[in-house]
T-cell receptor, first 116, second 118 residues
């Protein structure tokens, strides 16, 4: 079964600092990759996703992620964070194909706190 | 995304009681997923259902937990004889049939049901 590991449980930054959140997955086959964000008191929302093609994916709100197949990684980046980026971020993987296609496996989440 | 509706948003039960959580998927979605979120543990997959069919229940505890998605009506996650360890946020998500033309790969989440067991 696939698993997803997020390296940092809690990241604290000041506004305008750069952000990189690590995500590694364990599955040798073809995968689809996702980053979701959960703002305080809200539901999960999709930030970006990777299916195929250019491994550098751009999402909403200035976020981007890079898929590095050889490292089984899909790190999330943002050049300059804002206070409004304070939220919990989840990396997720989906096996491409198979009977349980559709199901996402999530990492444990990273809480990002941005100080003004 | 106001499409996936979960209720109740908050549910308080005493140990030994039953909890029923309901989820109505987005219009046009035929697949429902239940996840549990415990503090500092992220989202744990529980069960994946299609109308009248369980596709994957590998994340469901073997006892006390069950899920259904009937032909008519919402999906229901049922927890019998609740214990304090069942206290968590339970999230439902939905999608179109995976692999179909309308499938973007994204799961659309509801706002969750927070269960507190006293």
């Amino acid at each position: 079964a696939q698993s997803v590991s997020q390296h940092n449980h809690h990241v604290i930054l000041s506004e305008a600092a750069s952000l990189e959140l690590g995500c590694n997955y364990s599955y040798g086959g073809t995968v689809n990759l996702f980053w979701y964000v959960q703002y305080p008191g809200q539901h999960l929302q999709l930030l970006l996703k990777y299916f195929s093609g250019d491994p550098l994916v751009k999402g909403i709100k200035g976020f981007e992620a890079e898929f590095i197949k050889s490292k089984f990684s899909f790190n999330l980046r943002k050049p300059s964070v804002q206070w409004s980026d304070t939220a919990e971020y989840f990396c997720a993987v989906r096996r491409a194909g198979g009977t349980s296609y559709g199901k996402l496996t999530f990492g444990q989440g990273t809480i990002l706190t941005v100080h003004p | 995304n106001a499409g996936v509706m979960q209720n109740p948003r908050h549910l308080v039960r005493r140990r030994g009681q039953e909890a029923r959580l309901r989820c109505s998927p987005m219009k046009g979605h035929s697949h429902v997923y239940w996840y549990r979120q415990l503090p500092e543990e992220g989202l744990k997959f529980m069960v994946y259902l299609q109308k009248e069919n369980i596709i994957d229940e590998s994340g469901m505890p073997k006892e006390r937990f069950s899920a259904e998605f009937p032909k008519e009506g919402p999906s229901i996650l049922r927890i019998q004889q609740v214990v304090r360890g069942d206290s968590a946020a339970y999230f439902c998500a939905s999608s179109p049939s995976p692999g179909q033309a309308s499938d973007t790969g994204e799961l659309f989440f509801g706002e969750g049901s927070r269960l507190t067991v006293l």
